[in-house]
């Protein structure tokens, strides 16, 4: 697992191993033959793309949670993640050996115990899950410094570069990539993104003098069929990524290489972690990922108030320095990076009092206190930083459920506290729920149309500038007919919804305030309001407004199924809401245009428009979907 390094510790540990480092041993490169090229053919680089595009409509978060917690901050708080993070990991190269590394992760992924003793179920079941729920799967992929034989030991740094050179050991790695692609290709629809190995290509790198040519890691004479005639270096590890997902997950898989900032001012400097990527052919991935550190700063004994400076950035002495970091790797290689790892710990609410899982730090306020008037989100944005995955590094880091199965706590409040109460049981007082439901009401646009209203007012270089066709006006008004038939596909999506047990949240125009759906029954909905808890019920769809629409359809959309997005597209242009209608237009894929076309023209008396498809009411069945769950 990734850990913080101190900077004199760090050049003492590249120092060594550069030093140290023998002759790579890896095997030459050799021209590639017919049937190299054709193991290379890749047929799903448009489906990618468009995945690509989606993801990166805007700034977005992810988590790693259970979908649980998931489902009920998006359902009751408005928290609409994109992403749900797991890590992958146990190693490789062990079979029938004993494996003795009991750190951190415990579970075999491709061996869970099950009656068929099939390899894979638990991450088969977890990205059935992740996908049935609508989150888009975060696999971290991180098994190199764990396997056979080094087993983690002394430390990643040796670890890795041991492992990597075992042909028996990479034989088996490979067979676990391939494994994992096969499961995610599994669902062709559904964007993926796998996390490769992170800090083990700068473990590796070092290894090798900081050459990807010199580094000794079997690719082709690893012995799997479909890695042959790949050199034995890091371009040839990069390269088997590629052929793996071409192979088998060529439609959804968006991959991610790792980059270690331990030295950002000297050998891995964003100019060199650059020249590294572009000379591996990993400039030609989807996404890059870099991390501030391991652990909660409370938890590494560091106590608030924090400011914006090396204590917070661990590699960069202030956020200038960082957010350089990011463009210049950005620009040189086209990458969009997202920062991964990112601690959860807050000084907000009274329960982070430095008790294991109540740690604090800083980077969730840094990131979301006071959107959108915060403006820290627009530039790392302008930077080349597409987003934040916020997961604990460590057990007993701050998370954002309840993790320490301790309840609502409110303890007196420790130096550096803002003192705010609490009235949830997560970890974290429920910061990133609340914060991740207020920021989603306007995500920060990359690609989108829109732009996050007050957010950086001053910074607008760093929103793309809207297309003709994204800033013409369009109807507020639709033919009755046609909002009739959208009507009643909102009613089938919002009684799926109950029916799945999820309970929508949405501000009702005939009382101005927040209610929460609690139930249905003969066409009457109960309504609790969230100012108060008083209950009222109504028949909801009965002369619907759009307003209330728009709110219902925004409550309900799941990330990543256009046809929720299209739906919440017609509401918001129905109650006139330009913004957020272009906004969920940008998501709505193919539905866009029959949309488009309801409101194209003013004329109330035009034909009605059917809609391109009738959004999927069906709810997976939340036992059947669950997953295990291990963190």
């Not at 059935?128 to 799967?137: E, L, Q, S």
């Amino acid at each position: 697992m990734p850990h913080l390094r101190s900077s004199i510790a760090l050049l003492c540990c590249l120092l060594a191993l550069v030093t140290l480092a023998g002759p790579a041993g890896a095997a030459d490169a050799k021209p590639a033959s017919a049937t190299d090229k054709a193991k290379d053919k890749d047929p799903g680089i448009a489906a990618r793309k468009a995945h690509l595009e989606n993801v990166l409509q805007h700034f977005n978060l992810g988590v790693c949670a259970s979908v649980e917690y998931l489902d009920e901050t998006r359902d009751k708080n408005g928290a609409k993640w994109m992403f749900r993070q797991q890590y992958v990991s146990g190693g490789a190269g062990w079979d029938d050996k004993r494996q003795t590394w009991d750190t951190v992760f415990l579970f075999d992924w491709n061996k869970y115990v099950n009656p068929d003793k099939k390899r894979g179920v638990w991450l088969d079941t977890w990205v059935k899950a992740t996908v049935d729920h609508g989150y888009i799967p975060w696999i971290t992929m991180y098994n190199l410094a764990q396997s056979f034989p080094a087993d983690y030991k002394p430390g990643p740094p040796q670890a890795t570069p041991a492992n990597a050179k075992n042909v028996e050991t990479m034989r088996s790695y490979w067979e676990q990539v391939k494994l994992m692609m096969q499961i995610c290709g599994k669902y062709p629809d559904k964007p993926m993104v796998v996390q490769v190995e992170p800090d083990e290509w700068g473990h590796l790198l070092i290894a090798g003098g900081m050459q990807p040519t010199k580094v000794d890691v079997k690719v082709g004479s690893s012995g799997l069929e479909e890695l042959k005639g790949l050199p034995d270096d890091l371009i040839g590890y990069a390269s088997a990524w590629t052929r793996l997902r071409a192979r088998y997950a060529p439609m959804n898989v968006l991959m991610c290489c790792n980059l270690s900032e331990w030295d950002a001012k000297g050998t891995m400097s964003a100019a060199n972690w650059a020249r590294y990527m572009i000379e591996c052919g990993v400039d030609k991935w989807d996404l890059a990922v870099a991390q501030f550190s391991d652990f909660d700063l409370g938890a590494q004994g560091k106590k608030p108030p924090y400011a914006p400076d090396r204590t917070m950035f661990a590699y960069f002495d202030s956020f200038e320095e960082q957010l350089k970091f990011v463009e210049d790797f950005h620009k040189a290689t086209g990458l969009w990076i997202f920062y991964w790892q990112v601690a959860v710990g807050n000084t907000w609410f009274l329960c982070e009092n430095q008790t294991p899982g109540h740690f604090t730090d800083c980077i969730p306020q840094f990131l979301l206190e006071d959107y959108p008037r915060n403006t820290t989100i627009a530039r790392y944005v302008q930077a080349g930083c597409a987003g934040f995955i916020f997961n604990s590094g460590g057990m007993h880091s701050t998370s954002v459920d309840d993790s320490e199965k301790d309840g609502i706590t409110n303890p007196p409040p420790t130096p550096g506290n803002l003192g705010h109460k609490s009235e949830y049981p997560d970890d974290d007082g429920g910061y990133m729920r609340l914060r991740c439901a207020n920021y989603y009401k306007n995500p920060y646009p990359i690609l989108g149309k829109s732009k996050a209203k007050g957010a950086a007012d001053k910074q607008d270089q760093g929103a793309p500038a809207e297309t003709p066709s994204a800033t013409k006006e369009l109807a507020a008004k639709a033919p009755p007919e046609t909002f009739a038939t959208y009507r009643d596909i909102l009613k089938e999506r919002l009684s799926a919804e109950i029916a799945g047990g999820r309970h929508p949240r949405f501000a009702y125009s005939a009382i101005r305030q927040d209610v929460v759906v609690e139930g249905l029954e003969k066409g009457v909905y109960s309504l609790k309001m969230v100012d108060g808890g008083s209950m009222l019920t109504v028949e909801l769809f009965k002369d619907l407004k759009p307003e209330d629409g728009k709110a219902i359809a925004l409550a309900v959309v799941r990330s990543n199924h256009a046809e929720d997005h299209a739906l919440a597209a017609f509401f918001a242009l129905a109650a006139g809401d330009q913004r957020e209608g272009r906004n969920q237009l940008g998501q709505a894929g193919e539905q866009a245009a029959a949309i488009e076309a309801i409101f194209a023209a003013n004329d109330p008396a035009a034909p009605p428009a059917k809609p391109a498809a009738k959004p999927a009411a069906n709810v997976p069945d939340d036992a059947k979907a669950a997953a295990p769950e291990s963190r």
